[in-house]
T-cell receptor, first 115, second 113 residues
């Protein structure tokens, strides 16, 4: 099976702009989670989607939003970009919901730079 | 709120020595604890995990121990090799139908040849 893919891999934006990142999970995986990775804060949970519904949300402002499509592909959007949004954005997919196999498989990430 | 503390932030060991990384979690409802390895420029990859009904789990040179009472869990790497050099992240989550992982801040392990 192909792994988790993310597009684009690199993005450069300026403050105030908005950006949309895309994640395609492993075939058959229905859960997609998003994380922000920065050198100082490590990996921070943004949100998780399952069957087109947001099941969990981390402590990020409303400028960060996401959605999931019927084919499990997911997008996240950041509006009114700030310098502090510069980070590596990782998505991860998982096969099933609930208890059992919890392993999340990560994508390569999208590196966002805000100037 | 939920929090996972990870120590040390950096760790240097001689090749062949053991390395230990420790994590403490705050949410007593957490019952699944994975460890991820992230090499430079690459995605995090699961190396071992443990559930709360088990106190220890081993996989070749890697082991994880869990003390639920103290809310501590640790990663042990024996006979370290240069290819073990990477950043290691611990995480905690609940099994209750969610994949919300709370990660530690990472440990940069350097294995010196």
């Amino acid at each position: 099976k192909a792994g988790v893919t993310q597009t684009p891999r690199y993005l450069i934006k300026t403050r105030g702009q908005q950006v949309t990142l895309s994640c395609s999970p492993i075939s058959g995986h229905r859960s997609v989670s998003w994380y922000q990775q920065t050198p100082g804060q490590g990996l921070q949970f943004l949100f998780e989607y399952f069957s087109e519904t947001q099941r969990n949300k981390g402590n990020f402002p409303g400028r960060f939003s996401g959605r999931q499509f019927s084919n499990s592909r997911s997008e996240m959007n950041v509006s009114t970009l700030e310098l502090g949004d510069s980070a590596l954005y990782l998505c991860a997919s998982s096969q099933i919901s609930g208890s059992g196999d919890n392993e999340q498989f990560f994508g390569p990430g999208t590196r966002l730079t805000v100037l | 709120g939920e929090n996972v503390e990870q120590h040390p932030s950096t760790l240097s060991v001689q090749e062949g020595d053991s390395a230990v990384i420790k994590c403490t979690y705050s949410d007593s409802a957490s019952n699944y604890f994975p460890w991820y390895k992230q090499e430079l420029g690459k995605r995090p990859q699961l190396i071992i995990d443990i559930r709360s009904n088990v106190g220890e789990k081993k996989d070749q040179r890697i082991a994880v121990t869990l003390n639920k009472t103290a809310k501590h869990f640790s990663l042990h790497i024996t006979e370290t090799q240069p290819e073990d050099s990477a950043v290691y992240f611990c995480a905690a989550s609940q099994d209750a139908g969610t994949y919300k992982y709370i990660f530690g801040t990472g440990t940069r392990l350097k294995v010196l040849a």
